[in-house]
């Protein structure tokens, strides 16, 4: 069975820092592009990031690129996102996912709260 269990997440102040990570099973690891969705309340699921599977090229949303860096440890199954340079509109419920039919269909973790407030 597929399992993405993510970790990390916490409350910080404006212009803190935090690194997730996710905890991969399951699957092929390494043979599979990953990415960071982010969902707050009230709001559908954003877009963060995603690395890919063979050279492990990254891609950014706009509102975090320059702050965040995706990463990846194939050895670990495991996924991670710096997130530096927090801002209070970053505060939501993040997921790592895989994409099994592209967007329309995705493998998804319990997510890990991020909140940022002063």
């Known amino acids: 069975e597929v399992q993405l269990v993510e970790s990390g997440g916490g409350m910080v102040r404006p212009g803190g820092s935090l690194r997730l990570s996710c905890a991969a099973s399951?699957?092929?690891?390494?043979?599979?592009?990953m990415n960071w969705v982010r969902q707050a309340p009230g709001k559908g699921p954003e877009w963060v990031s995603t690395?890919?599977?063979?050279?492990?090229?990254?891609y950014y949303a706009g509102s975090v690129k320059g702050r965040f860096t995706i990463s990846r440890d194939n050895a670990k199954n495991a996924l991670y996102l710096q997130m530096n340079s927090l801002k209070p509109e970053d505060t939501a419920l993040y997921y790592c996912?895989?994409?099994?039919?592209?967007?329309?269909?995705?493998?998804w973790g319990q997510g890990t709260q991020v909140t940022v407030s002063s």
């Open positions: 996912a895989r994409l099994v039919l592209g967007w329309a269909s995705l493998d």
């Open positions: 399951g699957f092929t690891f390494n043979t599979y592009d």
């Open positions: 690395i890919t599977a063979e050279d492990a090229d990254t």
